[in-house]
């Protein structure tokens, strides 16, 4: 197995799963874009791939490289969650925010970020990390929910260009930019609110979450069977456990903490949106659509 989401929860995943079944898991972490590579490169190396975000999934749907199955345990998951032809099903969501380290903010005499033009204090001189888009399904969830903010791709690009001077770092992973505040080495990284979440019950105290007013993004990630898979019966078997409730609340009451998209699974209040913001309507096939392109032009005027 493939797998993209906190590195504790896929090793929770795969225990569980061998306890349920008996069946050994090889597990490999690798962030969303290095898994889609690494996907498209493989001959049958990986059976499944366990989590990252479903527009990348669609990029892998869209070049034959996921295997339809149409899961019983999924039937209650809502459509928005899933794709249509069952090639990948979702198994958590998370909401897009800050994550700020209060202690290095008040030495910079800033406030914690209530919005995203927050992010473009010139106080925040090389004090906010972001994920790369080229590399982190969390930066592209990113750059796509400023394109929506703000109306399209020059207007987002102009935004991105304002932001610039604040960025210390373009992290490869959508996880590092929270451990980079944790550290006190950024005020403020954006990324999926549960890894600040995580940091924080491990203890970092400083780490407080913020979303941001307004409209903010979400990511589904997903499971999907591999069409390259060697055991593709058990791949199977995998996904159906992946997607069932025992699974879900792996990442729902355990720390590290995630959003379930199965019903009546448990939600951990912190990752719910507060009132003042709302999440962006899902368009998973648009953006997988632009991907390529959205990411070029934020290369070129951007960086990192």
């Known amino acids: 197995m493939v797998c993209s989401s906190i590195e504790d929860i896929c090793q929770q995943w795969a225990h569980d799963f061998t306890e349920a079944t008996g069946v050994s898991v090889d597990m490999v972490r690798m962030s969303s874009g290095q898994a889609l590579a690494a996907v498209q490169r493989s001959d049958g190396?990986?059976?499944?791939?366990?989590?990252?975000?479903?527009?990348?999934?669609?990029?892998?749907?869209?070049?034959?490289?996921?295997?339809?199955?149409?899961?019983?345990?999924?039937?209650?998951?809502?459509s928005r969650y899933k794709a249509s032809d069952g090639s990948w099903i979702g198994v958590y969501r998370g909401m897009l925010g800050f994550c700020s380290n209060q202690r290095v903010l008040r030495r910079l005499g800033v406030s914690p970020p209530e919005g995203w033009e927050d992010l473009l204090d010139p106080r925040l001189r090389g004090q906010v990390t972001l994920p790369d888009p080229r590399t982190s399904g969390t930066g592209y969830t990113m750059l796509w929910t400023i394109v929506q903010r703000t109306g399209g791709l020059e207007e987002a690009m102009e935004w991105f260009e304002r932001l610039r001077p604040n960025?210390?770092?373009?992290?490869?992973?959508?996880?590092?930019?929270?451990?980079?505040?944790?550290?006190?080495?950024?005020?403020?990284?954006?990324?999926?609110?549960?890894?600040?979440?995580?940091?924080?019950?491990?203890?970092?105290?400083?780490?407080?979450?913020?979303?941001?007013?307004?409209?903010?993004?979400?990511?589904?990630g997903a499971v999907a069977v591999l069409a390259a898979a060697r055991h593709s019966d058990l791949a199977r078997r995998y996904v159906d456990h992946a997607v069932g409730q025992q699974a879900q609340e792996a990442g729902g009451?355990?720390?590290?903490?995630?959003?379930?998209?199965?019903?009546?699974?448990?939600?951990?209040?912190?990752?719910?949106?507060?009132?003042?913001?709302?999440?962006?309507e899902a368009s998973g096939d648009q953006a997988a659509r632009r991907r390529a392109g959205l990411v070029a032009e934020f290369v070129r005027r951007v960086g990192p």
């Open 45 to 78: 190396e990986f059976d499944v791939w366990h989590g990252g975000t479903s527009d990348l999934y669609e990029v892998a749907r869209s070049r034959g490289l996921l295997m339809p199955h149409a899961s019983s345990a999924a039937a209650t998951i809502p």
């Open 167 to 220: 960025v210390l770092q373009f992290t490869s992973s959508g996880m590092a930019p929270s451990g980079i505040a944790a550290r006190g080495e950024a005020a403020v990284a954006v990324t999926f609110t549960q890894h600040c979440v995580n940091a924080h019950d491990q203890g970092l105290d400083d780490l407080i979450v913020g979303y941001p007013r307004g409209v903010t993004g979400a990511e589904t």
């Open 253 to 280: 009451q355990t720390s590290p903490r995630q959003l379930p998209t199965l019903p009546g699974a448990y939600t951990d209040p912190r990752l719910e949106l507060p009132a003042g913001t709302r999440e962006l």
